[in-house]
């Protein structure tokens, strides 16, 4: 019987979801049980580990090593891939198709997991790779919808090796670590044991806010940064801003600044699945009532450094002030971490109003916004690159954008310029953003623009990695780990 069927006969008979569950794998149970009991009787092999048979395998050959624990946790969290978790897949595809011999894992509940044989199954994609992490790892919960979880697992069939040893890395070895290495202190141990090793160690630093912005951060994470910015580690960084405030943070640990080896890559201008310039398609159904209408756009976490607040504020002075409505200003973003003023604000938004929310947007809800919009604005008060200003140059969009130093890389010469701190310049470049002669001028500088896409951005990182640039000094801490 297929998946929707039990699931209709459910609905009908009111099954329990134990019930169903049983009913749904009743003939896979006894297979099942039969790996399991095999699975603990046969010895447990590393993750990493080699495939018997494969002759591309050598064991005194050099590999890439990935650690993608913290895409891992974001798919479990989270409905929609964001910003640096997709970086991350892009790179960890691309070192997958160019290298026979990379490996990806990633770390969960104190277990490490080979993710090469899912980053291949979906063949590049960034979505598809972050919608096979979330079903192969969130947890299953007693419901119609953990039914359906469980019997997309079964029908997939993806063979991921398992084991508790954190993944061996030799000295022959590069060790690439591209995301929030900060939330698990395993995989901060992983870097001081590759360093320890003698392995290649390059990481990416999309910012160093906790150590340079604490108060902008929803937590304290500089132990970790600390711990890892000390070791012998090629830095990759995104602007030149990031590599003067890793160099000023290293100062901080050690009082005189050991020599620091990095290469700034900038990231991408593309938004992954959307041509450029991409037309709008037809919206979900939440967002059908904006079809056709006026809106301005801005995309962001919902956190004190967005500054989305004091948008807020510029918005309902201006519908206040203006004769005509201005366009509606679409937020959209998941909730984040010190912004309860502005999400009480969102929260409590009348339907009709000039300010709409949409909360947590999937990916393609996010481009039919970026699409169907006028305009975009962000507002931020410091970033580590950026990501929807260059997102918005992708489809074609003006935008209005913060004049803060750390956003020069991405805005170039393409935005309306204001300052973050001075609501009257925010309200003088948004509304200068409501003429349609002023769009259409923006539209043409943006569209005659070079932008960037993210396999560059991946070609780029593989060369750092492939080059094996000069390694930083390390700075000898007392009591590490």
Known sequence: MSASRLLSSAAAFSLSPAHLLRALFRDA????????????????????????????????????????????????????????????????????????????????????????????????????????????????????????????????????????????????????????????????????????????????????????LPSFTGHDFRREYEDVLSLPAHFVVTTELNRCELKRARRRIDGFGARVASSVVPLADEFPGAARNAPAGAPSARLADLAGGDFALCVGTIEIRKNHNALLNVWEELA???????????????????????????????????????EAPSDEELRWLYAACQFTVFPSLFEGWGLPVGESFWFGKPCAASNSASLEAVARDLVEPFSPHHEDDMKRAVTRLFDEGARAAARAHVAAAPLRRWAQFAADVERVIAERRPPSEPILRPGRG
């Open 29 to 212: 149970e006894s297979p099942l049980r039969r790996r399991a009991a095999a699975t603990r009787e046969a010895p447990r092999a590393r993750p990493d580990a080699a495939p018997s048979g494969d002759p591309s395998t050598d064991e005194a050959a050099p590999r890439v090593v990935i650690d993608l624990s913290d895409v891992l946790c974001h798919a479990i969290w989270h409905g929609a891939c964001a910003g640096i978790p997709r970086v991350q897949l892009e790179i960890a595809s691309a070192l997958l198709r160019s290298n026979p011999r990379a490996k990806a894992f990633g770390r969960r509940n104190g277990v490490w997991t080979d993710l090469g044989p899912l980053i291949r199954a979906a063949k590049g994609d960034a979505d598809r790779t972050f919608a096979l992490l979330k079903e192969q790892f969130a947890d299953v919960r007693w419901s119609f919808d953990g039914a359906r979880l469980l019997w997309r697992r079964r029908r997939g069939a993806l063979r991921l090796e398992r084991s508790r040893q954190a993944p061996e890395i030799r000295p022959q070895d590069c060790l690439f670590v591209g995301g929030a290495f900060w939330i698990d202190r395993d995989v901060v141990k992983l870097c001081q044991d590759a360093a320890d090793a003698g392995a290649y160690l390059v990481v990416l630093f999309h910012d160093v806010i906790p150590l340079a």
């Open 320 to 358: 206040q002030e203006r004769r005509g409505a201005p366009p509606t200003l679409v937020v959209a973003g998941r909730r984040g971490w010190k912004a309860d003023a502005t999400l009480r604000r969102l929260d409590a938004l009348e339907p009709g109003g000039p300010i709409r929310f949409v």
